[in-house]
């Protein structure tokens, strides 16, 4: 493993360590697509689900099944 992959994951550990130690959910801006996905389920396994707030909204520049996507994953 490389030197940077190794910097990245430490810094990784330490959020997710410091964060055990508040006492506020995390919020994800889900959109119901891959990469908002595995950064909902990311915060779920590193967390814990009831740590995490998934957040999403419409707009006029969505597209229209995105939110219909979101709900039926989460």
């Known amino acids: 493993m490389n030197s940077g992959k190794r ?3 430490r810094y990784i550990e330490k959020i997710v360590q410091w964060y055990k130690t508040v006492e506020i959910p ?3 801006l889900f959109s119901g697509g891959v ?3 595995v950064v909902l389920a990311t915060a779920c396994l ?3 689900c009831e ?3 998934a957040v ?3 707009s006029p520049i969505r597209f229209s099944d995105d939110l219909e996507w979101a709900k039926r994953i989460a």
């Open 56 to 58: 999403t909204a419409t």
């Open 7 to 9: 910097d990245i994951e």
């Open 51 to 53: 740590n995490v707030v």
């Open 26 to 28: 995390i919020m994800v």
């Open 46 to 48: 590193s967390l814990g």
């Open 35 to 37: 990469d908002s996905s």
